[in-house]
């Protein structure tokens, strides 16, 4: 269904996602107490039921009902046409033979299934309020949201398709200052963003430590060379949190995925079965065996002996940190202060524009009245390994919250009415092409 331009970015402009109902509401009296055929679609129609579900749906989410029969049969008329384009496309999905998969679907309807009860205290409570909704028994309701992710899974899957074949179209300047000042008071908000650059200091094992951590690791790949089951060392030794209890178990991976580069060569060197030698990375000493490769992935193990860091290590970092933000403000060139200081593991900034409020606390606390070009003092990060490590964020852009502007997101709404009207297009070609009678 083709929705009128309310957000910055909408999601596609055919509606296909799934209707949750936050609140309960009262399922709207058809004028009619016999259901009836409203539309047909090729050879499927389309019942008044269907428009009044629908509808109550979108009461679930928000939409205000008018309070005039003439208002309201006009709602009744724009959703049915929804209802008209969302089935063309799944009809569409059949004739392109287009299939999904019951698993995702049921998967998707039993998590929004277990959104929806959490938010009732009992189940008499939830039997009652969705029928309430004019949603029937939490048997019917089941099955209702099975069929409509179904539908709305083959819907986008169309959809997908259409857009290959979507044509540009023109939109003027005008168009989109119409559109902005038609949807102006529906817009988001716009919440206060930063983007920034950063140097994250780690703390660096001594030499001894070092030392120890390699022995320690040779004397398992010894172990393991001699027979030892490389699953029940990965469990006994690894110093990896996140796989030391599978055993080393990494999954797939594909190259690119986020693997440090030393570590992601040496897996890609490795046939099915062989183990590596003892490598170095930022994270300390890895033991690597791959058990299964399949096109462009690997499937393997690995054991990680850390050198241990003391609170002198620790110190040190501090003390270099507070030098990087020193020189940092000197002038000192920040490729520089990268190559020489921040550790491999981390980002090296968000360079996106990022909501201040989803920022994690210790970045809060460091950026409070910061702007554009502002560096900060240096702030401690929790290490998952248990060390910490030491954080200096230079500000690129400060933006607070409040109205956009049309300039601000001109470029989005012109991207988006080119993208509707061009999919419309598609749609009443398509519509010309199927049968439909409208019957309402």
Known sequence: ?????????????????????????????????????????????????????????????????PADSAGQAAL????????????????????????????????????????????FSSDDEYRNELKKAGLGSPEEYRKSLIEQYRRQNLQQKAFAELRKKAKPVNVTDEDVTAAFERS????????????????????????????????????????IRKGGDFEQIAKRESMDPGTKQLGGDLGWNRRGSGLVPEF?????????GEVSPVIETAFGYHIIRVDRVQSAEVKAR????????????????????????????????????????????????????????SLPPSYLAALPGAK?????????????????????LQVVTATDAGEYNQNEIREQIRTQLAEERSIRQLLDDMRKRTYVAIRM
Not at 88 to 101: F, P, R
Not at 196 to 204: D, G, L, N, S
Not at 264 to 272: D, H, N
């Open 264 to 272: 992601e060569a040496m897996m890609f060197a490795l046939r099915p």
């Open 1 to 65: 269904m083709i929705k009128r331009l309310i957000v910055i970015v909408a999601l596609a402009p055919i509606a296909v996602r799934a209707q949750t109902p936050a609140t309960a509401a009262r399922a709207i009296p058809p004028a009619l107490p016999i259901d009836r055929v409203v539309a047909i679609v090729g050879d499927q129609p389309l019942l008044w039921s269907d428009v009044l579900t629908a509808i109550n749906q979108r009461r679930t989410q928000g939409l205000q009902v």
């Open 372 to 392: 554009a070009g502002d560096i900060t003092n240096p702030f401690q990060l929790a290490n998952p390994r248990g060390q910490p490590k030491y954080a200096v």
């Open 302 to 357: 690995h054991i990680l002996i850390a050198p241990v860091i003391d609170s002198a290590d620790v110190a040190a970092a501090k003390v270099e940190a507070d030098t990087v933000a020193a020189q940092w403000r000197r002038g000192v060139p920040y490729d520089s202060l990268v190559a020489k200081h921040h550790d491999p593991t981390e980002e090296k900034g968000v360079l996106q524009p990022f909501p201040r409020d």
């Open 184 to 223: 102006r008071a529906d817009l988001q908000k716009r919440p206060a963003t930063v983007t920034f650059r950063q140097i994250i200091v780690a703390p660096h094992a001594s030499a001894a430590a070092k030392a120890k951590a390699k022995a320690r690791a040779d004397s398992l790949l010894t172990e």
């Open 76 to 119: 009744a008329r724009t959703v049915l046409g929804e209802l008209v384009d969302e089935e063309i496309l799944v009809q569409k999905a059949k004739e392109l033979k287009l299939e999904v998969t019951d698993a995702d679907i049921t998967a998707g309807a039993d998590r929004q299934i277990k959104q929806v009860r959490g938010q």
